[in-house]
């Protein structure tokens, strides 16, 4: 299995609260990507990293930051977490973007905004 | 935009039963295409996968075909377990945006004794 690992794996807050979601990795993969799941919905991609400080927006950005200091930390940032945010998070990894190279994931992490 | 489009679930199928989900796709590029499993509580593992059309994947006794012709990427599997209940996502990757996945709906898979 890939090395990666979420904190927290479970978290409830309320809304308006900032929340910080942590995906570390020990495979020195370059890309790392945050996603969410919803119901009917699959997964979709909120912010992805293809390098140390670089950062770009995917789909349902809004509300989102990301930053990445180091390689092998990707953090999620929820500025203000509303009811819209509660959801299950993924991280994923992959050392190319190429098309053929496939994504690791994480655990998830379930979110709970009340 | 680029798409994936799988069959609704949930399917529900008796133990040695043949398992097909259908998974249909749109794409400017020329995608790779994927099959993840997701079991309860985790994190998605890859399946399968396929980088050009007529590529065959296989995976545990699951397959998928590439079909350009049809757009599709069938996932079957002959005689399912019910250690195969789960999700099941279909995913196209192309070489851009940082080479992104975009994902089916996702198929739930329940498979009874």
């Known amino acids: 299995d890939a090395g990666i690992t979420q904190s927290p794996r479970h978290k409830v807050t309320e809304t308006g609260t900032p929340v910080t979601l942590r995906c570390h990795q020990t495979?020195?993969?370059?890309?790392m990507y945050w996603y969410r799941q919803d119901p009917g919905h699959g997964l979709r991609l909120i912010h992805y990293?293809?390098?140390?400080?670089?950062?770009d927006k995917g789909e349902v950005s809004d509300g989102y930051s990301v930053s990445r200091s180091k390689t092998e930390d990707f953090l999620l940032t929820l500025e203000s977490a509303t009811s819209s945010q509660t959801s299950v998070y993924f991280c994923?990894?992959?050392?190319?973007?190429?098309?053929?190279?496939?994504?690791?994931f994480g655990p998830g992490t379930r979110l709970t905004v009340t | 935009g680029d798409s994936v489009t799988q069959m609704e679930g949930p399917v529900t199928l008796s133990e040695e039963a043949f398992l097909t989900i259908n998974c249909t796709y749109t794409?400017?590029?020329?995608?790779?295409l994927f099959w993840y499993v997701q079991y309860p509580g985790e994190g998605l593992q890859l399946l399968l996968k396929?980088?050009?059309?007529?590529d065959k994947g296989s995976n545990k006794g699951f397959e998928a075909t590439y079909r350009k012709e049809t757009t599709s990427f069938h996932l079957e599997k002959g005689s399912v377990q019910v250690s195969d209940s789960a999700v099941y996502f279909c995913?196209?990757?192309?070489?851009?945006?940082?080479?992104?996945?975009?994902f089916g709906q996702g198929t739930e898979l329940s498979v009874k004794p």
């Open positions: 495979e020195n993969h370059r890309y």
């Open positions: 396929a980088t050009k059309a007529d």
């Open positions: 995913a196209l990757r192309i070489y851009n945006q940082g080479g992104k996945l975009i």
């Open positions: 990293s293809y390098g140390v400080k670089d950062t």
């Open positions: 794409a400017t590029g020329y995608p790779s």
């Open positions: 994923a990894i992959s050392e190319s973007e190429v098309a053929g190279h496939e994504q690791y």
